[in-house]
T-cell receptor, first 111, second 114 residues
Framework: QKEVEQDPGPLSVPEGAIVSLNCTYS??????FMWYRQYSRKGPELLMY????GNKEDGRFTAQVDKSSKYISLFIRDSQPSDSATYLC???????????FGTGTSLTVIP | DADVTQTPRNRITKTGKRIMLECSQTKGHDRMYWYRQDPGLGLRLIYY???????NKGEISDGYSVSRQAQAKFSLSLESAIPNQTALYFCATEAGQGRTDTQYFGPGTRLTVL
């Protein structure tokens, strides 16, 4: 079983829709959770970074962590065509430890 | 992110050739990483280095070697390239030194082994 599972999609939504992206994980020791966005032919860039459980909001993006269910989510409100990218979740035990990445979900927002 | 640069950006080579991919960073980070990305497999860690004197194998180090020439430079070598090493390769950096931080990625090198 992989440490981190992520549905690869692809996911296609109309502009303005609310998008929900999810990852599940198996190791309850993970403490730090991240979402990266990767545009085609580019490196992943950090989108959201959270510690432990709870919600974090940044503009149209909200990251949720439910450690009891070993489940993390990224919500995108009022999705835009510029949000079309692959979204990768990542997590680690503590700073300096190996990162574990999901395989990424491909998202297309249709104008 | 211009803070982390990779060269070359694209490379086509033949089976058996030795290839070096280079990574430089201006972020002043101690930790550097090499990943490969394949469709459906995500990012897989090849090697990582926490400082100039520290080199560690990741989950898929066979067929690869690395050199940490300086804090800012970390190169990845394929001693004898084979077709299944065709992939997108990313270098990443992390601050380390006990600071809570994340990894910052370079733009990637697309390597094709014929």
């Amino acid at each position: 079983q992989k440490e981190v599972e992520q549905d690869p999609g692809p996911l296609s939504v109309p502009e303005g829709a609310i998008v929900s992206l999810n990852c599940t994980y198996s190791n309850s020791a993970f403490q730090y959770f991240m979402w990266y966005r990767q545009y085609s032919r580019k490196g992943p860039e950090l989108l959201m970074y959270t510690y432990s459980s709870g919600n974090k909001e940044d503009g149209r993006f909200t990251a949720q962590v439910d450690k009891s269910s070993k489940y993390i989510s990224l919500f995108i409100r009022d999705s835009q065509p510029s949000d079309s990218a692959t979204y990768l979740c990542a997590m680690t035990y503590y700073t300096g430890n190996q990162f574990y990445f999901g395989t990424g979900t491909s998202l297309t927002v249709i104008p | 992110d211009a803070d982390v640069t990779q060269t070359p950006r694209n490379r086509i080579t033949k089976t058996g050739k030795r290839i070096m991919l280079e990574c430089s960073q201006t972020k002043g980070h101690d930790r550097m990483y090499w990943y490969r990305q394949d469709p459906g497999l995500g990012l897989r860690l090849i090697y990582y280095s926490f400082d100039v004197k520290d080199i560690n194998k990741g989950e898929i180090s066979d067929g690869y070697s690395v050199s940490r020439q300086a804090q800012a430079k970390f190169s990845l070598s394929l001693e004898s390239a084979i077709p299944n090493q065709t992939a997108l390769y990313f270098c990443a950096t992390e601050a380390g030194q006990g600071r809570t931080d994340t990894q910052y990625f370079g733009p990637g090198t697309r390597l094709t082994v014929l």
